[in-house]
């Protein structure tokens, strides 16, 4: 089944306490994506890959870091998380870029107290 | 890029009744746009999509129309059902593969 899978789907973590979500894809996308979703403030993108070592910002990325070493793979790296980086997130995939449909994993629900 | 907007954050509709959406959007340069659904605890779901050289695109009961001169695009649902109470987004894409933007989302509720 093609999917995109996340890990954790919840988690609660105090500030400064590094952690990454994982993101996985089974389509062979060469476009990955992160997006946040704040309640009044709707989807925004924290950063995008165009391929494998290709990452970019999106419109917030502050506070965060990716890296694409596999195809399959983009991972979120929360280095120093802080309380305004309470979130619920979503990795997506797609063939191309954001011309093409993306494929949305479940969502991670992030709480940093 | 600039907000993409919606006119109303919630709509109710009988089963049954066709549903329409709708969402401005400010950038004169968009070229692109895209609906999604949401569901609840779930991630977006692709809806449909146009460029911005049509004006009008079919789906499965779904017709997305885009008014380049008012700088609108609403999303129609035919024969609304109750697996289609979701929110629904629009979004825009100015050019290239730059980000996209969402609006706040309109939630759609059916009554059966």
């Known amino acids: 089944e093609a999917q995109v899978t996340q890990n954790p789907r919840y988690l609660i973590t105090v500030t400064g306490k590094k952690l990454t979500v994982t993101c996985s894809q089974n389509?062979?996308?060469?476009?990955m994506s992160w997006y946040r979703q704040d309640p009044g403030l709707g989807l925004r993108q924290i950063y995008y890959?165009?391929?494998?070592?290709?990452?970019d910002k999106g419109d917030v990325p502050e506070g965060y870091k990716v890296s694409r070493k596999e195809k399959r793979n983009f991972p979120l790296i929360l280095e120093s998380p802080s309380p305004n980086q309470t979130s619920l997130y979503f990795c997506?995939?797609?063939?191309?870029?954001?011309?093409?449909?993306?494929?949305f994993g479940p969502g991670t629900r992030l709480t940093v107290t | 890029g600039e907000s993409v907007g919606l006119h109303l954050p919630t709509l109710s509709v009988q089963e049954g009744d066709n549903s329409i959406i709708n969402c401005a959007y400010s950038?004169?340069?968009?070229?692109?746009f895209i609906w999604y659904k949401q569901e609840s605890g779930k991630g977006p779901q692709f809806i449909i999509d146009i460029r911005s050289n049509m004006d009008k695109r079919q789906g499965q009961r779904v017709t997305v129309l885009l008014n380049k001169t008012v700088k609108h695009l609403s999303l129609q649902i035919a024969a609304t059902q109750p697996g289609d109470s979701a929110v629904y987004f629009c979004a825009d894409v100015v050019r290239g593969n730059t980000p996209l933007v969402f609006g706040k989302g309109t939630r759609l509720s059916v009554i059966a």
């Open positions: 389509m062979n996308h060469e476009y």
């Open positions: 890959s165009m391929n494998v070592e290709v990452t």
């Open positions: 997506a995939s797609s063939f191309g870029g954001v011309r093409y449909e993306q494929y």
């Open positions: 950038n004169s340069a968009s070229d692109y």
